[in-house]
């Protein structure tokens, strides 16, 4: 069993940088396809970034490029989500899952961590 952790939220102002970092255990991070989502109380869960296993692709949604980066350091097994000029409305649930299919689709994914809470205030 796969199991993903994320971690790195909390309260920023706008305008600031922040960095989530995920990590699994049971396997390595290297061998799936990962991806970053967010989801606040009243919308669907947004694709935001994902990171493909094999070529290290990437991919953004429109509203993040240039703002956020994915990355993976397979030496920590942890996969990241840099995330610059944050605004408020990107207030969510952030989180990491895991896959065999890179994606921007989150029904792509098998597993999901339990989220980590950004806040970002004006």
């Known amino acids: 069993q796969v199991q993903v952790v994320e971690s790195g939220g909390g309260l920023v102002q706008a305008g600031d940088s922040l960095t989530l970092s995920c990590t699994t255990s049971?396997?390595?991070?290297?061998?799936?396809?990962m991806g970053w989502f967010r989801q606040t109380p009243r919308k669907e869960r947004d694709f935001v970034a994902a990171?493909?296993?094999?070529?290290?692709?990437?991919y953004y949604a429109d509203s993040v490029k240039g703002r956020f980066t994915i990355s993976r350091d397979t030496a920590k097994n942890t996969v990241f989500l840099q995330m610059s000029s944050l605004k408020p409305e990107e207030t969510a649930v952030y989180y990491c899952a895991a896959g065999r299919e890179y994606s921007i689709g989150p029904s792509r994914y098998d597993y999901w961590g339990q989220g980590t809470q950004v806040t970002v205030s004006s």
């Open positions: 990171i493909q296993r094999s070529s290290q692709n990437t």
């Open positions: 049971g396997r390595p991070v290297s061998i799936y396809d």
